[in-house]
């Protein structure tokens, strides 16, 4: 991990600053106790408790890099992209990044530190970044207790995870952007209406920040050809259906070698309220 993100991170057990080592394997803090975290081959550092959870498994993990690497979600990632721009972010955070698909994608001439709770999640993220010589960070943590430090991030992506508004608002600047992804009302209509006799649309992002002054929404919207079981399923394995849907309304799936679905964002836009005021 490159040592200008290390100076974004604090110390999960005491909150001091931290540094890299000079031989850049390992990360410790300046408290007193000098807490020691090690690097991973691959790059990034577990600051997760050992009672904090593990998130996503290896093989959900694989299969979302399996779907998205095909490229079906990349105009969502241009767009974010375009954002980013348009608020000029420099250092930025992807929290609950997953395997890492975005943070990658976007890290080009930012500081970008992805984090998530799933530790195979970070790990495919790492050597993704290693083995294609990118710049991006990534640090195994929960969201609700960011490894930042205060008032350090230009913007926050949190795309498909839940919104920790009081840590984001901690680790944002005075007038820093959190920029929320979330289904929109027709978000994979197609792939519910394969298997629901009664598919219903989507109610939308119920966790938004109360604390944040909304600068605007949008809506992403735009049909696909899924193509092949592998990516069927990939996709059907990503979503939350996957879990509450029977074995016999799975087995929907298995015959079909295309699937078009409608792919529906809603991106809203908000702005940190600079602290004090």
Not at 25 to 31: A, E, I, Q
């Given at each position: 991990m490159h040592r200008s993100i290390i100076d974004l991170l604090i110390c999960p057990v005491c909150g001091a600053d931290v540094a890299l080592t000079e031989d850049g394997?390992?990360?410790?803090?300046?408290?007193t106790r000098r807490h020691c975290f090690d690097l991973a081959k691959s790059g990034y550092l577990n600051l997760n408790p050992p009672t904090g959870g593990s998130g996503d498994e290896r093989a959900a993990i694989r299969a979302r890099t399996c779907f998205l690497e095909a490229g079906y979600y990349r105009p969502l990632a241009d767009r974010i992209g375009e954002i980013?721009?348009?608020?000029?972010?420099?250092?930025?955070?992807?929290?609950?990044?997953?395997?890492?698909?975005?943070?990658?994608?976007?890290?080009?001439?930012?500081?970008?530190?992805?984090?998530?709770?799933?530790?195979?999640?970070?790990?495919?993220?790492?050597?993704?970044?290693?083995?294609?010589?990118?710049?991006?960070?990534?640090?195994v943590s929960s969201l609700f207790t960011l490894p930042v430090r205060d008032g350090s991030l230009?913007?926050?992506?949190?795309?498909?995870?839940?919104?920790?508004?009081?840590?984001?608002?901690?680790?944002?600047?005075?007038?820093?952007?959190?920029?929320?992804?979330?289904?929109?009302?027709?978000?994979?209509?197609?792939?519910?209406?394969?298997?629901?006799?009664?598919?219903?649309?989507?109610?939308?992002?119920?966790?938004?920040?109360?604390?944040?002054?909304?600068?605007?929404?949008e809506r992403l919207s735009y049909t696909v050809t899924v193509c092949g079981q592998e990516h069927i399923q990939a996709l059907f394995s990503m979503t939350p259906y996957y879990w509450r849907t029977s074995p016999t309304d799975r087995a929907k799936l298995d015959p079909l070698e295309t699937l078009e679905t409608e792919l529906d964002f809603d991106l809203f836009l908000y702005q940190s309220i600079k602290k004090g005021s």
């Open positions: 394997r390992s990360c410790v803090c300046r408290g980013l721009c348009e608020i000029s972010a420099r250092d930025v955070l992807d929290a609950g990044c997953g395997e890492g698909y975005y943070t990658n994608l976007l890290s080009a001439g930012r500081r970008m530190l992805g984090i998530d709770l799933s530790k195979s999640g970070i790990e495919a993220a790492a050597k993704s970044a290693k083995a294609k010589g990118l710049s991006a960070g990534f640090a230009d913007a926050i992506l949190n795309i498909f995870a839940p919104c920790a508004e009081g840590e984001f608002a901690r680790a944002l600047r005075d007038g820093g952007h959190l920029l929320l992804v979330g289904a929109g009302e027709r978000h994979l209509m197609g792939l519910k209406q394969q298997i629901y006799e009664h598919a219903y649309e989507n109610p939308g992002r119920a966790d938004l920040p109360e604390g944040m002054t909304l600068l605007r929404r």
